[in-house]
């Protein structure tokens, strides 16, 4: 037998077996990049932020069939379902382009999203209700304190019913610290905008570097099916088992 009809269909039946890898994969980085933004929510006014998570467990999905389609199709040494598996494989990769795209644009939007959101969070600050919640978490988990910095405090209505102080989730240790500006020393005093559009950004980028990866193998996988669409033409499908 041939045996570059060989290599082909192994090529061909390892890819499709790569397909359910690279959706068990890309639905880790889906549902990651959701709940990095979903634990950020209330400072975030776009929610098309989410469309290239949400593109990217789609097309998770349609990866776990299409392997099995691959594998059905090389076992079985069908044309049909070979060609199916191209067709397939070429809508995956123009819908990996896509997230591409959405993610490079949206990147450059984060910013001026989270501008206009924060200061209406921050100032909503009472030490009770959800917006409370939000801001103590971004504070105690990116280690940082207002929006700029921890004198933006200086102006908001809790500082002013309170003494003066910064919220105790400002704190670098909460153990002797009660939020006192007077004490820089026990505060984050770096401000949380920066360090919230650069985790989002950072994580919008590894997802797109992934995206990008795997567009790569698509690319690939296409050129192997027509390699062995057209051996096929010419000379007759061939088992793998043969």
């Known amino acids: 037998m041939d045996c570059g009809i060989i290599t082909s269909k192994t090529v061909l039946l390892i890819l499709s077996l790569t397909f359910w890898a690279a959706g068990a994969a890309l639905c880790y980085v889906g549902a990651y990049v959701i709940q990095s933004y979903s634990n950020f929510d209330h400072f975030l006014e776009d929610t098309y932020t989410l469309v290239p998570a949400v593109i990217i467990l789609a097309v998770a999905a349609v990866m776990l069939f299409i392997g099995l389609v691959g594998c059905c199709a090389t076992l079985r040494e069908s044309t049909v379902g070979l060609s199916f598996f191209f067709i397939i494989i070429m809508i995956i990769f123009a819908a990996e382009v896509a997230a591409f795209v959405f993610g490079f644009i949206y990147m ?6 989270l501008q206009v959101s924060m200061g209406s969070v921050f100032d909503k600050y009472d030490g009770q209700n959800t917006e409370t ?9 990116l280690q940082c304190c207002g929006i700029n910095n921890y004198t933006d405090w200086n102006n908001s209505s809790w500082s002013r019913t309170h003494n003066n102080t ?8 909460v153990t002797g610290c009660v939020g006192q500006t007077e004490q820089p020393d026990l505060l984050n005093t770096e401000g ?16 797109m570097l992934v995206i990008l990866g795997f567009a790569i193998v698509k690319f690939f996988g296409m050129l192997s099916v027509c390699v062995i669409t057209c051996r096929n033409k010419r000379t007759g499908y061939v088992p793998l088992y043969s």
């Open 108 to 113: 450059n939007r984060i910013k001026g999203g």
């Open 133 to 141: 919640r939000a801001v103590d978490y971004l504070q105690s988990q």
């Open 166 to 173: 910064v919220p105790t989730s400002c704190c670098k240790n």
């Open 192 to 207: 949380c905008e920066h360090k919230l559009e650069k985790l989002l950004q950072d994580v919008l980028s590894y997802a």
